[in-house]
């Protein structure tokens, strides 16, 4: 069964300072990986996907993750974090089926 | 840029009630789902929905629940005797394909007291 393990319950940087939220699956295959933010009160946004190929997946507002095949983890990293980053980020893999499968989430705190 | 449209925002129910939500996804897309969200807890997969038909459900999608396109823009999800556990956010959510990122909507908080 598939599995999605995000360690870390909730993450404090300081703007400006660089980010990486950790995301280890476990699944047969190469999964197809996601990051997903969500700011309070708001629905899902999809910040990248990786499917295959290049191992280092560039997404929005700045994000971007590098899949590690030998390490089963899909990490997520900012260079400079903004205020308006705090939310909560969600790791998803696809197994196959047509559905996604959430890890239980960061939430990601900024302070000036 | 698209998006998916969910109403209401908000809905509050007795125990016992029936409710639909509703969706209008992306116009071009052809999978539709619904995932829900206990507070503080992982979004959770209830269905997929493909060519008029449901293609995967999960465990918690039970009898009480049902989906619907009914005509051909709105894609609803009822629940029909609804209980205090299913107080929860749901998010609509489509792609064009089926392993896509998918869009979701902002979502729908269901209350039920």
């Known amino acids: 069964a598939q599995s999605v393990t995000q360690p870390d319950i909730h993450i404090t940087v300081s703007e400006g300072a660089s980010l990486e939220l950790r995301c280890n699956y476990s699944?047969?295959?190469?999964?197809?990986l996601f990051w997903y933010v969500q700011s309070p009160g708001q629905g899902l946004q999809l910040l990248l996907k990786?499917?295959?190929?290049?191992?280092l997946v560039q997404g929005i507002k700045g994000f971007e993750a590098e899949f590690k095949r030998s390490q089963s983890s899909f990490n997520l990293r900012k260079p400079s974090v903004h205020w308006s980053d705090a939310a909560e980020y969600f790791c998803?893999?696809?197994?196959?089926?047509?559905?996604?499968?959430f890890g239980t989430g960061t939430r990601l705190t900024v302070i000036p | 840029e698209p998006e998916v449209t969910q109403t209401p925002s908000h809905q509050v129910t007795q125990m016992g009630q029936e409710v639909i939500l509703r969706c209008v996804p992306i116009?071009?897309?052809?999978?539709f789902y619904w995932y829900r969200q206990i507070l503080g807890q992982k979004v959770e997969f209830l269905v997929s929905?493909?060519?008029?038909?449901?293609?995967?459900k999960s465990e918690i999608f039970d009898d009480q629940f049902s989906v619907e396109r009914p005509d051909g823009s709105n894609f609803t999800l009822k629940i029909r005797s609804t209980k205090l556990e299913d107080s929860a956010m749901y998010f609509c959510?489509?792609?064009?394909?089926?392993?896509?990122?998918?869009?979701f909507g902002s979502g729908t908080r269901l209350t039920v007291v």
């Open positions: 116009s071009n897309h052809l999978y």
């Open positions: 699944y047969g295959a190469t999964p197809y």
């Open positions: 959510a489509s792609s064009l394909l089926d392993s896509d990122g998918y869009t």
């Open positions: 990786y499917f295959s190929g290049d191992t």
């Open positions: 929905f493909y060519n008029n038909e449901i293609s995967e």
């Open positions: 998803a893999l696809v197994p196959g089926a047509n559905n996604l499968f």
